[in-house]
């Protein structure tokens, strides 16, 4: 796509704004727009500059088009919540979880790890959820002579 950050993330804007102006009609051209929205997601675009108007363009096609983005979302949402949590981010997902309300409960969930990784260092685990058995946590008995 465009290599300078002004031209990219202006062109992301553009196509959040067209999808936000012509709907549904945009539907047939979301295979190529997500592959760039993928790439514009993708660790080196990261560091480029900033990911916000890719989140902008996001909502924007999930008001839009609704469902429609339903199978595409496995293939977004790995590189989405790679991202810091930003306001941005915060709107897309829930826009994404508004519009699309089969993947709202995915989203839910990988929110709530990634919100337990920041504050706990660990994924979220729900209370009363069983602890993991592991050979360290398994107590060692020894046997004795007499029994059989």
């Known amino acids: 796509m465009l290599k300078k950050d002004k031209e990219r993330n202006d ?9 936000n102006s012509v709907k549904s009609a945009i539907a047939p051209y979301l295979d190529g727009v997500l592959i760039y929205v993928r790439e514009g997601l993708s660790v080196q675009s990261r560091k480029r500059g900033s990911v916000n108007p890719v989140f902008d363009c996001i909502s924007r096609l999930a008001v839009a088009v609704g469902q429609t983005l339903s199978k595409y979302m496995e293939a977004l949402l790995d590189p989405i919540f790679a991202c810091d ?9 829930v826009d994404m979880g508004f519009y699309i309300p089969p993947v709202k409960p995915i989203i839910q969930e990988r929110l709530l790890d990634m919100l337990s990784m920041v504050l706990c260092g660990e994924p979220f685990k729900p209370l009363g959820a069983p602890q993991p058995n592991t050979l360290n946590s398994v107590p060692i008995i020894p046997k004795d002579a007499k029994d059989p």
Request: glycine fraction near 6%.
């Open 11 to 19: 062109a992301f804007l553009a196509i959040g704004n067209i999808a």
């Open 85 to 93: 949590l930003t306001p941005k981010l915060t709107q897309a997902l």
